[in-house]
């Protein structure tokens, strides 16, 4: 039994159907302004939910059936270099990134990149989360550093089997709020940390890559990707319960 930072237990799931899923966050007033929902359903996977193409696909990541939700992104088991990336602004504000993930190739080596945002300049922050094997105690890793400073490592031991859809939700409260980071999966939270404040930094942005690291060929992704989400405020503990319960719709989200 797995088990979260509370010592309740975390379940996986398989694909569920005949439900309506709690999906959109850009339909949920407090996210609407900034929210970009990619459901990877068909074509480039380039459009978000409300018709904006902010996504940039590389190498060809393909839609796929058998996704959590209909289609999904495949980066595929071996993945040659494949990733979908957008840009994000440098910002002490706060901010979202989830989704779901279904692991092809079981970790035996190495490491899996589910997203990774480099720094460029001394006032660029790095935001990675990865799969570690770890020699042989597979983890999940969060990795923040900004303005090229020693930042933070927040590690959570876990097998994640192949085959099986997982929810991910990672969120950072802003430097104003008070610096708190927080992670879940599959509704539970499994990280806490406060971070080391990024300066408000202006200048280019710089992409936030999905299923590879940052814009190099490294530690890539083996596996699908479904319902990406990016957004520009901070998600609670109801939020990441409510994402992953799939049984709401955006009109029940609690406050």
């Not at 942005?205 to 957004?231: A, E, H, R, W």
Request: glycine residues 8%.
């Amino acid at each position: 039994m797995i088990l979260n930072m509370h010592g309740r237990p975390i379940t996986a799931v398989n694909n569920i159907t005949g439900i309506v899923p709690f999906r959109d966050f850009a339909n949920v007033s407090q996210y609407a302004a900034s929210a970009h929902l990619y459901k990877m359903e068909s074509g480039a996977l380039t459009t978000d939910s409300i018709g904006t193409s902010t996504l940039t696909n590389t190498n060809s990541v393909v839609s796929a059936s058998g996704g959590m939700f209909g289609n999904c992104a495949d980066f595929g088991a071996a993945n040659t270099n494949k990733s979908l990336n957008r840009n994000m602004t440098p910002t002490a504000n706060p901010w979202t990134i989830s989704g779901w993930l279904n692991i092809t190739t079981a970790i035996t080596t190495g490491i899996y990149t589910i997203f990774a945002r480099q720094y460029y300049t001394a006032l660029q922050p790095r935001i990675v989360l990865q799969y570690e094997y770890n020699s042989g105690n597979p983890r999940l890793r969060f990795r923040w550093e900004p303005n090229g400073k020693t930042g933070t490592n927040v590690n959570y031991n876990i097998n994640l089997s192949s085959g099986i859809w997982w929810n991910f939700m990672m969120t950072y409260q802003g430097n104003a709020a008070g610096q708190t980071f927080k992670g879940y999966l599959n509704g539970n939270e499994i990280m806490s940390a406060t971070l080391v404040s990024n300066a408000t930094a202006s200048g280019t942005d710089y992409p936030l890559v999905f299923g590879m690291y940052c814009d190099s060929t490294s530690n890539p992704f083996k596996g699908k990707m479904d319902d990406i989400q990016t957004t520009w405020a901070y998600s609670s503990a109801v939020d990441a319960r409510n994402v992953f319960s799939k049984l709401k719709t955006f009109h029940n989200i609690a406050a």
